[in-house]
């Protein structure tokens, strides 16, 4: 277990949480919220880091540990719910990361990194009653124009990015503190 830890804090990219540009970051627990304003809107994005892990190369590299290579680099890509208000009304997307992620190095030069999984407009709390409509369903015409309006409000392929490199390092320090808790656990009798 103490071989894992070190190994764990060797690999993590930085100890220090990158910036996301332009926006509040709170953080409790796995829970991740970020908030900006923009002109009279409130901007809330909301997501958690348990279960977020991209481990497409896990298989290959159980079954053979002896001779395995070096695991591809593990990235966070939890789903994330934007909330537009204003005036008391509520546009609400749901997002998940496409598939594939983005050309090493070159996050301006690609398709949108996430899509719009669905959305709705309401008032006051959420509730089950809440009408939504799947993105897959939705014109390509209103599509374009609810991303386009995402990325007036700071929510762009660059801030998809972005959030992925964010989430990459927070879940990875929470990893390693899990299994800092877990040897302290153990170790006590």
């Not at 540990?65 to 997307?93: C, H, W, Y």
């Not at 369903?137 to 124009?145: E, T």
């Not at 990325?151 to 503190?177: A, D, K, M, P, Q």
Request: with cysteine; charged share 30%; hydrophobic share 35%.
């Amino acid at each position: 277990l103490v071989e894992e830890i070190e190994a764990e804090k060797k690999a993590r990219k930085s100890a220090e949480l990158p910036k996301i540009e332009g926006f509040d970051v709170k953080l409790e627990g796995s829970e991740v919220t970020l908030t900006r304003t923009f002109n009279q809107e409130t901007i809330t994005v909301r997501l958690n880091v348990n279960h977020s892990v991209d481990a497409e190369d896990a298989d290959e590299f159980a079954a053979n540990q002896d001779n395995a290579p070096e695991p591809g680099e593990m990235k966070s890509k939890p789903n994330f719910t934007v909330e537009i208000e204003r005036g008391g009304k509520k546009l609400f997307f749901s997002c998940t990361f496409s598939e594939g992620g983005e050309p090493e190095g070159q996050p301006e030069n690609y398709a949108d990194s996430f899509g719009v999984a669905e959305f709705a407009i309401y008032e006051g709390e959420w509730t089950d009653e809440v009408y939504t409509v799947s993105g897959d369903i939705m014109d390509g015409y209103l599509y374009d124009l609810l991303m386009n309006m995402l990325e007036e409000r700071g929510i762009s392929s660059e801030f998809g990015y972005n959030l992925v490199n964010f989430c990459t390092v927070y879940e990875h320090s929470l990893y390693i503190g899990l299994l800092e808790k877990l040897k302290a656990f153990v170790s006590k009798k």
